[in-house]
């Protein structure tokens, strides 16, 4: 099965379970709109391509983190996107949660998604009789989203006087692409420690991926408001190191994580895939700034 | 130990975890403030009690899950007083979370909550070598805390049109009693389903006192705004029973609950707890209502 239909596939069973004819209509909604349809489905790729690369010896497993992994991030930016944060009219392309069901909503919405994705996880750690491992992924997955490090300590980072901007991105932007390169190992039954430094490298080139498009795109191809961090006055690669030099860092970076791959079976086609996120997240520049 | 003394250490190392010298400092400390000082601490001691009652043969899972447990109900207090919900001034006595540290950190502190629950539940589970009761435990509290029956679809309700009572009643309060005693007996390597009678009997007992509380006493007195319910529109047990028959209806429920109680060793001191905590959650009402 290609990577997408399993990652799909894992979300639609997942949103099974949160549903329920006797459950409250609107949030019951609210969840899917939040989760489908999605957007690059980065994070869970990387999980199941780090599975892959080991082994992948336990397939439902596996796919149950991909989705407990993106169900957290949607419900990141749900929370993202309510007004006392980046009061976004829209996220992919269409109306933010807040905007298309009410504020309330999106508060609840974000939550059930977080008990969802542990929800997941224990669910399928029984069903597959693998509650070690459902353990280990449920710590990874709640660290890395939490405090101290995970992406709850990023955003808080934003409510401090003064930025710690180290620790900042990677709890900002890094410590969910930790986890997926974490998981993709626990899930198959492979230690999480030496899968970290690809992790935290992939996040950070897409961190600045993310500040090049961010300070580049309009809002119609970004399918989100575009400038918020200048807006917002938040530390961004861009504004540190000009745009070429920032594109110049993105390609070390990645050089870095493909250098960073743990021996393992599946490791070329592990640096195959990670040179095509490579390509997909590096931005489309506009023709002034190729020379 | 005593049960409090066990539930205010679980609560501390629990929160240990999640703070750093690396952390955001103003979102550290609204965890704190929002976990201590606490409420009455019910729905722990009840899980405590349940687990001691099934025999409480790994009391570091037990003190784990009570820990757990408290930190989602006071997750669901922050996310609950938010102006977009409550828009509560005061809890506990003393400002909200929202009002001593903002809004976008009062979000983030129900957030980061919930993750160091389930945190503390798996990193428990792998020290106490008892991962399988860990994934139940997970299971049990995100189920009773999210989508399609939990805390999240009790609040949702509060969304629709047209509310299933039993449906709000049975999610927005007796979830997490349910989760107290499901979580109690799982701690301690029993069966979930033969408490779950009990969990949903103190929870309705507990939403009758609170809608009598809610009704009948004052803002210092309760320590949040009062008549929270009647200004919200939202059903209760006095406007539907009246103050005389919500007592009649609390004590009837609170007998069933303590001959729901399954047979086993610890039965007799369940029993009691049961009353004492009955007498505790029972208002004191003001004269002209006692005749």
């Not at 997942?14 to 349809?37: D, F, H, M, N």
């Not at 807040?98 to 939550?111: F, I, K, M, N, Q």
């Not at 669910?123 to 597959?128: C, D, I, N, V």
Request: with cysteine; proline share 6%.
């Amino acid at each position: 099965m290609r990577v997408s239909d399993r990652i799909e596939g894992a979300l639609g069973s997942a949103l099974g379970v949160a549903q329920s004819a006797q459950a409250p209509a609107k949030l019951s909604e609210a969840l899917r709109y939040a989760i489908v349809p999605g957007g690059a489905r980065i994070r869970p790729t990387i999980l199941l391509s780090v599975a892959g690369a080991c082994g992948d010896d336990c397939p439902g497993l596996s796919d149950a983190a991909a989705a407990a992994l993106e169900l957290i991030h949607c419900a990141s930016l749900v929370h993202d996107d309510l007004p006392c944060f980046d009061d976004a009219e829209t996220r992919r392309g269409k109306p933010s949660v807040h905007r298309a069901y009410s504020e309330p909503l999106a508060v609840l919405t974000g939550d059930s998604l977080i008990m969802l994705a542990f929800d997941t996880l224990a669910r399928t750690g029984r069903s597959e009789n693998a509650d070690a491992r459902a353990a280990q992924l449920v710590l990874s997955l709640s660290r890395r989203s939490g405090m101290p490090g995970g992406i709850c300590a990023g955003q808080g980072w934003e409510s401090e006087p003064e930025i710690d901007l180290h620790a900042y991105h990677m709890s900002k932007t890094a410590a969910l692409f930790i986890a997926a390169t974490e998981m993709g190992a626990i899930s198959a039954g492979h230690e999480p420690e030496p899968w970290r430094d690809l992790g935290a490298l992939i996040g950070e080139a897409f961190q600045v991926a993310d500040d090049l498009r961010d300070a580049l795109l309009d809002e119609e191809t970004l399918g989100k408001p575009a400038g918020q961090d200048d807006l917002h006055g938040r530390p961004n690669a861009v504004s540190e190191l000009g745009v070429r030099g920032a594109k110049a860092r993105l390609s070390d970076i990645l050089a870095g994580a493909i250098a960073s791959i743990p021996s393992c079976p599946g490791e070329a086609a592990l640096a195959k895939m990670v040179r095509y996120q490579a390509e997909a997240i590096m931005p489309k520049l506009p023709e002034g700034y190729r020379a």
